[in-house]
């Protein structure tokens, strides 16, 4: 049984910080990719950042949105891939997902587990 669980969302003040845990248990992050999406109320679910496994390099691709302000990292000896969220801004509230999939990706399509989400809420 694959399972991804997130944890570290909450509310913070624009131009703060918040850094998000994605645990895997069972064989999820021996797939090719783990990737963090959000989704925002009424809205479709959106590509933030993807980190390929460490067979495949370990590269990293990011949303234009996020780069520079966010990072996708991981700790293999914990199986667990964190997103650092730095300068955040009240359009990054939303509920984040963690996804775990053959490749690195944009598309929600290409991965095969999913976490539950967690809430980042940003103020202004």
């Known amino acids: 049984q694959v399972q991804l669980v997130e944890s570290g969302g909450g509310l913070v003040q624009a131009g703060g910080s918040l850094r998000l845990s994605c645990a895997a248990s069972?064989?999820?992050?021996?797939?090719?990719?783990t990737a963090w999406f959000r989704q925002a109320p009424g809205k479709e679910r959106k590509f933030v950042a993807a980190?390929?496994?460490?067979?495949?390099?370990?590269?990293?691709y990011h949303a234009d949105s996020v780069k520079g302000r966010f990072t996708i990292y991981r700790d293999s000896a914990k199986d667990t891939v964190y997103l650092q969220m730095n300068s955040l801004k009240p359009e990054d509230t939303a509920v984040y997902y963690c996804?775990?999939?053959?490749?690195?990706?944009?598309?929600?399509?290409?991965?095969?587990?999913w976490g539950q989400g967690t809430q980042v809420t940003v103020s202004s």
């Open positions: 996804a775990s999939g053959p490749r690195p990706a944009t598309d929600v399509h290409t991965y095969d587990y």
């Open positions: 069972g064989r999820a992050f021996s797939s090719g990719a």
């Open positions: 980190i390929a496994n460490r067979w495949s390099g370990g590269s990293t």
